[in-house]
């Protein structure tokens, strides 16, 4: 709440489904993926970061949306720096920093875990970025 406040950051959440999950763990991923887009933001610019979500078909981030499907996409979308698409799998890995330690604080670990557990929970995750562009985080998850 205060680094939301420091940095004047518009957070807007959309309607959001009921999962069966560990509330504990899912809380951890949308916290880290929420603080990395305050984290990463553009200097001179709020941070805004988008949540939403849709029901879908089947386990595809290409399946089309169903209002009663057996999965949920879940959508969480911000304006901050971005980064290279080549690096979209690297993020994921443990350790794994784009920015020297000097200029974002972290350790490396947050979306390491994230994806650990959203595959413990029979999902999916995946990134969508470009440098300057803010990044997309989609995750995939069954609603049932």
Do not use: M, W
């Given at each position: 709440?205060?680094?939301?406040?420091?940095?004047?950051?518009?957070?807007e959440?959309?309607?959001?489904?009921?999962?069966n999950?560990?509330?504990?763990?899912?809380?951890?991923?949308?916290q880290?993926?929420?603080?990395?887009?305050?984290?990463?933001?553009?200097?001179?610019?709020?941070?805004?970061?988008?949540?939403?979500?849709?029901?879908?078909?089947?386990?595809?981030?290409?399946?089309?949306?169903?209002?009663?499907?057996?999965?949920?996409?879940?959508?969480?979308?911000?304006?901050?720096?971005?980064?290279?698409?080549?690096?979209?799998?690297?993020?994921?890995?443990?350790?794994?920093?784009?920015?020297?330690?000097?200029?974002?604080?972290?350790?490396?670990?947050?979306?390491?875990?994230?994806?650990?557990?959203?595959?413990?929970?029979?999902?999916?995750?995946?990134?969508?970025?470009?440098?300057?562009?803010?990044?997309?985080?989609?995750?995939?998850?069954?609603?049932?």
């Amino acid at each position: 709440e205060l680094l939301i406040r420091e940095k004047r950051a518009v957070i807007e959440v959309g309607d959001l489904p009921v999962v069966n999950a560990n509330r504990g763990q899912i809380r951890q991923v949308f916290q880290n993926l929420l603080s990395n887009g305050l984290k990463f933001s553009r200097p001179g610019y709020p941070p805004r970061v988008t949540i939403d979500s849709i029901c879908i078909a089947d386990r595809s981030f290409d399946s089309p949306p169903a209002p009663e499907g057996p999965y949920v996409l879940i959508t969480i979308k911000d304006n901050g720096i971005g980064f290279d698409e080549k690096f979209r799998e690297d993020i994921f890995s443990l350790f794994q920093r784009l920015h020297a330690k000097d200029s974002y604080e972290g350790t490396g670990i947050g979306l390491a875990v994230t994806r650990r557990i959203i595959e413990k929970h029979k999902g999916l995750i995946k990134a969508r970025s470009s440098p300057g562009q803010g990044a997309t985080f989609l995750i995939l998850l069954p609603s049932r």
